[in-house]
């Protein structure tokens, strides 16, 4: 009994020792994006604070309004939502607020849209997001109610990179925990750190329900793929049934397409599943506990969206995108641009990152994939196949339907959600069967791929960061300084940076050690002895043995 709780203890107190210092890494991570960013410099961000404002005073709808718009080198009509929020808030107007002057023109000076006052007074301010879900803005809206002008924005920021940072902590420990003897839990790890791409890591440290999202996606991939390729012990299995609730619940809540994206990982976690192993968790009952409670936040989502409208589509027609084989062309040639934009691009699709950045990051995905591919059982390699695909085509289904009435509106970050399950998936493959390479190699390709993921976030960081500091056309010769962090500048964004890559260093040496009880609650795939039953009964007698017996460590 002794021997049994000591490795249990030891067990837990690694994954939290995992779970903090990933957190601890990407939250600092976070940070440092959310203060070398300018306040609205982000996709739709002046929107997603109007809206949080609004949501945490209680208003969750608002007057609906149509209004014509220039998007995307077309004038379209685009249904916008005013609500009543402080006055201050006038400036992040989507329609006429000061913030637009740096975002239509990336030659001009943040500098030129001013700050958010603060003010006691209340106005109509119109945003884009008005008839989205509240779940994320009551998570992140309430600092608002007590810090005003920019400080109640940066606060909104600190909570969704919280939020951000807890659920890919959370996908770590998963990939880690519980493994089997010869499985990698460094090489586990890489597939999170590549599924965070710095577009992922950017969106974490700003005010956009597409961060939460995007690292929700991770953790449930994460989950379904271990459920689906391991045999767990019911007390490690619990720990992964609640984690994957959660992520469903937020994957629901972000935005309109997460239903769908719940829908494909159960799908995915389906088909990866030997049948023998899908008997086992359909005699769970925290299995149907954790299926109840995503279908539940599926049909909660689903519900907000059909009575919101919040896909309904303008009444216009535009010529250049009909009928839909012109539609499907005009996207199709931008399918490259949408990968793109997954891995590195910022602000309003106007601040890149070096070519550096996607060199590594596409060597990252390669050697995983590659791997997988050459080591997997047949369901795996289905299925890793299956997402590639749909990274690379998804916008064909998902918006060239619609581009006749809304315009070529989509960007890269909408599919990150399906696309994360390529890192993960192969990962985690790559990691059951690491032991086949020389051990020469299986000791320093991870800490090179881990390597090239600083590099690759690093890279990212100073680029943007030199584009926001001196402007596009001074960026690398220099000049006056434009703009900087308030209050901290420039100095504690660049230690948060270099913090973070101390933590990392930290998190891929402890994940890289066996740790003591790691196998307790996991069912080797082992056939059973003659005499001895298989299955669900087998799983239950195998764990009672395990717990009765002493250790003999």
């Excluded at 849209?113 to 992140?140: E, K, N």
């Excluded at 720990?239 to 995915?268: E, F, H, N, T």
């Excluded at 086949?436 to 976030?457: C, E, N, V």
Aim: with cysteine; net charge positive; glycine share 10%.
């Amino acid at each position: 009994m002794a021997g049994w709780l000591r490795e249990r203890v030891s067990a837990w107190a690694a994954a939290r020792t995992v779970w903090t210092l990933a957190f601890a890494t990407f939250v600092t991570l976070m940070t440092a994006w959310s203060l070398a960013t300018p306040v609205t410099a982000p996709p739709d961000e002046a929107a997603h604070m109007v809206k949080a404002a609004a949501v945490a005073r209680g208003e969750f709808g608002g007057e609906q309004r149509v209004i014509e718009s220039h998007h995307v080198g077309v004038e379209v009509e685009v249904g916008f939502t005013a609500v009543r929020v402080p006055a201050g808030y006038r400036d992040l107007d989507v329609t006429n607020g000061a913030y637009r002057c740096f975002r239509d023109d990336d030659k001009l000076s943040v500098a030129c849209r001013g700050t958010v006052a603060s003010s006691d007074d209340t106005a109509s301010v119109i945003t884009s997001a008005g008839t989205y879900g509240p779940g994320y803005y009551l998570l992140v809206g309430w600092p608002s109610l007590f810090l005003t002008g920019e400080a109640g924005l940066y606060a909104m920021r600190l909570l969704s990179a919280l939020l951000c940072a807890a659920l890919l902590a959370s996908a770590v420990v998963t990939v880690v925990e519980g493994a089997a003897k010869g499985y990698s839990g460094r090489v586990a790890l890489i597939g999170v750190l590549t599924a965070a791409t710095p577009t992922a890591v950017y969106l974490g440290g700003v005010v956009n329900p597409n961060g939460p999202e995007v690292a929700a996606a991770v953790l449930a991939w994460a989950v379904v793929v271990r459920l689906a390729t391991d045999q767990d012990g019911l007390p490690l299995l619990r720990r992964r049934l609640v984690r994957l609730g959660a992520a469903c619940v937020l994957l629901a809540s972000m935005r309109a397409l997460g239903p769908l994206w719940i829908a494909l990982v159960l799908a995915g976690g389906l088909i990866l599943a030997r049948p023998g192993r899908l008997r086992q968790l359909a005699r769970l009952r925290p299995v149907w506990v954790c299926l109840g409670v995503a279908a539940a936040a599926g049909l909660a989502a689903v519900a907000w969206t059909t009575t919101a409208d919040t896909l309904a589509l303008p009444t216009q027609t535009l010529e250049q995108y009909s009928p839909l084989s012109s539609a499907l062309k005009a996207v199709f040639d931008l399918l490259p641009n949408y990968l793109h934009q997954m891995v590195a691009i910022f602000g309003s699709l106007n601040v890149a990152a070096p070519e550096l950045t996607h060199v590594l990051w596409w060597v990252l995905v390669g050697c995983l994939v590659m791997f997988a591919l050459a080591t997997g059982r047949a369901r795996e390699n289905l299925v890793l196949v299956a997402l590639m695909a749909g990274t690379a085509f998804g916008p064909l289904v998902l918006m060239a339907p619609k581009a006749a009435h809304l315009g070529l509106i989509w960007q890269g970050r909408y599919l990150l959600a399906l696309a994360v399950g390529v890192p993960v998936l192969a990962a985690v493959v790559a990691g059951r069967n690491w032991v086949a390479l020389p051990a020469t190699l299986r000791s320093r390709l991870p800490l090179l791929l881990i390597g090239s993921w600083a590099l690759a976030q690093g890279g990212a960081f100073v680029w943007a960061a030199l584009r926001y500091t001196f402007g596009r056309r001074h960026q690398f010769s220099g000049g006056a300084v434009q703009w900087q962090p308030p209050v901290v500048g420039w100095s504690a964004a660049l230690c948060l940076l270099l913090l973070s890559g101390f933590l990392l260093v930290l998190l891929a040496i402890r994940t890289g050690r066996p740790t003591v009880g790691d196998t307790a609650g996991t069912v080797p795939p082992s056939a059973p002895a003659a005499g001895q039953t298989s299955g669900p009964s087998a799983l239950s007698n195998g764990q009672a043995a395990r717990e009765q017996e002493p250790s003999r460590g």
